[in-house]
């Protein structure tokens, strides 16, 4: 794999899991009020 592969594939990994990760820190945020 070259190196541009590799930093798209980064780029994917970020896109897909940061709206989750905030996903589930609202639901956490819900749960505690």
Known sequence: MDI????????EYKGKEEPALK??????KEVKR
């Open 23 to 28: 996903n589930i820190n609202i639901s956490i």
């Open 4 to 11: 541009i592969e590799i930093k798209n594939l980064c780029k």
